[in-house]
Structure formats: structure tokens, C-alpha cells
């Protein structure tokens, strides 16, 4: 699989110590790709008209934001920037809700559970309910003008389309005769729902409960629901709706940056574990082992290493846990319900009822770099990538995660500039 076009690459170990220097921050690396090819507009077949009268009081926007002090602090900011567009527009402040203050509402951060509080407080006032990501940018104007093209009374799911290229595991196999042909969107874009289809969902939510209790790849799983085995709306992808910016016409775009936070956590201050272990091979699994690893660390490593990072032999970067989650998870007495019990799933209840949030980065990827859209990986500087099923892994690393000629150059020159100061 050839790699995106891209100006530089970094190596996933220096990306991981900023992210940590964030507590789990958002660690991206922006960077030039292909333009996407827009997809032709046949404004009468597609019912899509020009004449539908939008303003910013009729668009509910949800930053899908975290909890952590760092990525609050950024969801503000997008906030603050939408308000400060609508003021300069002289129109009515629209209303900008963080998802990260609805967590009273369970499982709000997997969007669907929110839908009748969306129905319930906005159906009224609004035509639309806008989602974006912290690093998102809006230009008011142009999203303003893109919405005008559709008829806010019907229903509509609409965003930047992406498809797999080959069937997943981490998709269920679905649509193996052509995955091409299921779209679903990238967040980092933004996405819209019209409010009758929010209305629509809705009921659907009161009538029957969500079948699954987990997620995997959430804007997948978010557009299968909705396209509802063909009963529902499939994504109609908007070419306003970007993550390059190479078009004037965007309205929107993705800036993503390593996060100045001071300087990155130095190894010194890292212990790396390797989830793997031949004595216990035979009858220690997966939240078996995690725990021991996880009494190893907080027992018998130095008290000044601050952070514990968990690989799988299958896996460069599995976990990322302070020293501080770690002393109150086993503190707690939570633990595994069996040795071969799904030890993500157990962490996340634990610290789910210690109240200490899990900070999530799409930078851990739970399968291989084939199984993503190259356009959803464009934007991206991976951490780490899972399994090794019918690829090289070494080729994967040196085509996502080592560091580039280019990367070499600048890292000598600063070490040289440092040293001349």
C-alpha cells in the first residue's frame, strides 16, 4: 500500500512523548495531500435546491470535545471562533454545545444516545445539528452556503465521504462484495444531520435500544445506524466539507499540530512493557497479563517514571497510563472478572467508575494501515497500528512511522541551534 502524498514524517516515538506532555493530547501533524476529486452535483435528480433560507440560528453546533484540561481548552477555542464569526456576520449568536458537558447523558461521547436530547431541545428552533472535531475550522460563510443547497425539511446526512477499499474486521466484513459502495464521514470534517432525520432517529432510539454496548470506529458504526439496512438515508457527501483546504470553496478544513505544551516527556520517564510472556503463554491471557504488568510497574519500578506504555507483540503502542491511574485503579481492588477477560473493556469500566476519564487519540489505531481510507490516514502522523495479518510489519513501520530525510535534516538542526545557543 503506498502512503499518501505527504511533505514528512515522524517518528511515532517523539509524537507519543508530546502527546504525553498533554496527557493523551490530540498530537497531529498537518500536512498537504491530494485534493479530493468533488463529486458532480445534479442539483434537480438529487432534489437539492439553491433557495433554502439557512441562517446561524438555525444550526445547533456540537464540538465532539474531551473532558481533559488540553482538549477542553482547544473545543473553547473553536467555540469562542465560531461566536466571533457570527458577531463579524452580524447575526444571531448560534448555539455551540461542548459534548464533553453533556457526559451526564451515558455513552454521549458515541453521539446517537444524544439524538432525543437533540430532538427534544432543538427541533423546534433549528434545521440543523452541525458536528466537528477540536481541530476542525469553520468558515461560517461557505458552511452557510453549502447548507442553502439542501431542503432542511428532509431528511439529510451529510459530510466528507469515505469508503473502505477493502473489506475489515474492525467493519464486521461488511459489504465484501464491494466495500466501496457503503460511505460514511470523516469527522475531522464535520458532519450534519437534518433535524427531521434527528426527529426520525429519534423514535427509532425509543423503540428499540442501540444493539451494540461497544464501539470500535464510531463514524462507521454512526452511518450504518442511520443508513438503517436501506430504510434510512445514506451519507450524500458535500465537497464543501474538507480536511486539505486546497479549495477556497471549503467550509471546512483541518488543522492539526504537535501540541506546545513544553517539552516532551523524555524516555528516562517511560517504562515500556511487552505484553507477551512465555511462562504464562498457556493460561494467562489478556486482562491477566495487563494486570500483572500494571503491579509490576506501580511495585517495582522506580518511583520517579511517570508513565507506563503497554505494547502487544502484535501491537507497537497499545496502552498509555500515568503512574497516578495506575495507583488508584489498583487501589480500587477492580480487576479482571477472568484472566482471559477483554482487558480494554475491564480498564474502561474500572476507571469509568474510579471517575477518571479515558483520554482517546486517533493516533492508536486499532487495525492495520490497509483498513483505513488513505484519505482518513492523509491527515493523520500514526502512533501505532494493530495486527500483523498479511502485511510486513516493517514495512508498515518504515512507510507510517519512521522518520523521513526531511525529518532528519530539521532534527539536526535544531540540535545545532541549541547547541549555539
Given at each position: 500500500?503506498?502512503?499518501?502524498?505527504?511533505?514528512?514524517?515522524?517518528?511515532?516515538?517523539?509524537a507519543?512523548?508530546?502527546?504525553l506532555?498533554?496527557?493523551l493530547?490530540?498530537?497531529?501533524?498537518s500536512?498537504?495531500v491530494?485534493?479530493?476529486?468533488?463529486?458532480?452535483k445534479?442539483?434537480?435528480?438529487?432534489?437539492?435546491?439553491e433557495?433554502?433560507d439557512?441562517?446561524?440560528k438555525?444550526?445547533?453546533?456540537?464540538?465532539?470535545?474531551?473532558?481533559?484540561?488540553?482538549?477542553?481548552?482547544?473545543?473553547?477555542?473553536?467555540?469562542?471562533s465560531?461566536l466571533?464569526?457570527?458577531?463579524?456576520?452580524?447575526?444571531?449568536v448560534?448555539?455551540?454545545?461542548?459534548l464533553?458537558?453533556?457526559?451526564?447523558?451515558?455513552?454521549?461521547?458515541?453521539i446517537l444516545?444524544?439524538?432525543?436530547?437533540?430532538?427534544?431541545?432543538?427541533?423546534?428552533?433549528s434545521?440543523?445539528i452541525?458536528?466537528c472535531?477540536?481541530?476542525t475550522?469553520?468558515?461560517?460563510?461557505?458552511?452557510?452556503?453549502?447548507?442553502?443547497?439542501?431542503?432542511?425539511?428532509k431528511?439529510?446526512?451529510?459530510?466528507?465521504?469515505?469508503?473502505?477499499?477493502?473489506?475489515?474486521?474492525?467493519?464486521?466484513?461488511?459489504f465484501?462484495?464491494n466495500?466501496?459502495?457503503?460511505?460514511?464521514?470523516?469527522?475531522?470534517a464535520g458532519?450534519?444531520?437534518?433535524?427531521?432525520?434527528?426527529n426520525k432517529?429519534?423514535k427509532?432510539?425509543?423503540?428499540?435500544?442501540?444493539?451494540?454496548?461497544?464501539t470500535?470506529?464510531?463514524?462507521?458504526?454512526?452511518?450504518?445506524?442511520?443508513?438503517d439496512?436501506?430504510?434510512g438515508?445514506?451519507?450524500?457527501?458535500?465537497?464543501?466539507f474538507?480536511?486539505?483546504g486546497?479549495?477556497?470553496s471549503?467550509?471546512?478544513?483541518f488543522?492539526?499540530?504537535?501540541?506546545?505544551?513544553?517539552?516532551?516527556?523524555?524516555?528516562?520517564?517511560i517504562f515500556?512493557?511487552?505484553?507477551t510472556?512465555?511462562?504464562?503463554?498457556?493460561?494467562r491471557?489478556?486482562?491477566?497479563?495487563?494486570?500483572?504488568?500494571?503491579?509490576?510497574?506501580?511495585?517495582?519500578?522506580?518511583?520517579?517514571?511517570?508513565?507506563?506504555?503497554?505494547?502487544?507483540?502484535?501491537?507497537?503502542?497499545?496502552?498509555?497510563?500515568s503512574?497516578?491511574?495506575?495507583?488508584?485503579?489498583?487501589?480500587?481492588?477492580?480487576?479482571?472478572?477472568?484472566?482471559?477477560?477483554?482487558?480494554?473493556?475491564?480498564?474502561?469500566?474500572?476507571?469509568?467508575?474510579?471517575?477518571?476519564?479515558?483520554?482517546h487519540?486517533?493516533?492508536?489505531?486499532?487495525?492495520?494501515?490497509?483498513?483505513y481510507?488513505?484519505?482518513?490516514?492523509s491527515h493523520q502522523?500514526?502512533?501505532?497500528?494493530?495486527k500483523?495479518?498479511?502485511?510486513?510489519?516493517?514495512?508498515?513501520?518504515?512507510?507510517?512511522?519512521?522518520?523521513?530525510?526531511e525529518?532528519?535534516?530539521?532534527?539536526?538542526?535544531?540540535?545545532?541551534f541549541k547547541?549555539?545557543?
Amino acid at each position: 500500500m503506498r502512503p499518501p502524498a505527504r511533505r514528512g514524517r515522524r517518528l511515532a516515538l517523539p509524537a507519543l512523548l508530546s502527546l504525553l506532555t498533554c496527557s493523551l493530547a490530540f498530537a497531529l501533524v498537518s500536512k498537504d495531500v491530494k485534493k479530493e476529486v468533488k463529486q458532480s452535483k445534479n442539483l434537480e435528480k438529487s432534489g437539492i435546491s439553491e433557495k433554502n433560507d439557512v441562517d446561524l440560528k438555525g444550526i445547533a453546533f456540537v464540538i465532539q470535545s474531551q473532558s481533559n484540561s488540553f482538549h477542553a481548552k482547544k473545543a473553547e477555542q473553536l467555540k469562542q471562533s465560531i461566536l466571533k464569526q457570527a458577531a463579524d456576520l452580524t447575526q444571531e449568536v448560534p448555539r455551540v454545545l461542548l459534548l464533553h458537558q453533556l457526559a451526564q447523558q451515558e455513552g454521549a461521547w458515541t453521539i446517537l444516545p444524544l439524538l432525543p436530547h437533540f430532538s427534544v431541545t432543538y427541533s423546534r428552533n433549528s434545521s440543523w445539528i452541525f458536528f466537528c472535531e477540536e481541530e476542525t475550522r469553520i468558515q461560517i460563510p461557505q458552511l452557510l452556503q453549502a447548507l442553502r443547497r439542501y431542503d432542511p425539511s428532509k431528511e439529510w446526512f451529510l459530510g466528507k465521504a469515505l469508503h473502505d477499499e477493502e473489506s475489515t474486521i474492525i467493519h464486521h466484513y461488511a459489504f465484501s462484495e464491494n466495500p466501496t459502495v457503503f460511505k460514511y464521514p470523516d469527522f475531522a470534517a464535520g458532519w450534519a444531520l437534518s433535524i427531521p432525520l434527528v426527529n426520525k432517529l429519534t423514535k427509532r432510539l425509543k423503540s428499540e435500544s442501540l444493539k451494540s454496548d461497544f464501539t470500535i470506529d464510531l463514524k462507521y458504526e454512526i452511518a450504518l445506524y442511520i443508513w438503517d439496512r436501506g430504510d434510512g438515508p445514506p451519507l450524500t457527501p458535500v465537497p464543501e466539507f474538507c480536511t486539505d483546504g486546497a479549495d477556497s470553496s471549503c467550509a471546512t478544513t483541518f488543522h492539526s499540530f504537535l501540541p506546545l505544551c513544553g517539552n516532551p516527556v523524555k524516555k528516562k520517564d517511560i517504562f515500556v512493557a511487552v505484553k507477551t510472556c512465555k511462562k504464562f503463554h498457556g493460561d494467562r491471557s489478556h486482562c491477566g497479563k495487563t494486570f500483572a504488568i500494571l503491579e509490576r510497574f506501580l511495585n517495582h519500578s522506580y518511583d520517579r517514571i511517570a508513565w507506563l506504555v503497554i505494547v502487544d507483540d502484535d501491537t507497537l503502542i497499545r496502552m498509555v497510563f500515568s503512574r497516578e491511574a495506575i495507583r488508584r485503579l489498583l487501589a480500587s481492588k477492580c480487576r479482571c472478572y477472568s484472566n482471559d477477560a477483554p482487558d480494554d473493556m475491564v480498564l474502561g469500566m474500572c476507571f469509568s467508575g474510579l471517575g477518571v476519564p479515558v483520554t482517546h487519540s486517533p493516533l492508536f489505531h486499532q487495525a492495520r494501515p490497509v483498513d483505513y481510507p488513505k484519505d482518513y490516514l492523509s491527515h493523520q502522523v500514526p502512533i501505532s497500528f494493530h495486527k500483523h495479518w498479511n502485511i510486513d510489519p516493517v514495512k508498515v513501520y518504515f512507510t507510517w512511522l519512521a522518520p523521513s530525510e526531511e525529518d532528519r535534516a530539521r532534527q539536526e538542526t535544531r540540535k545545532g541551534f541549541k547547541e549555539e545557543l
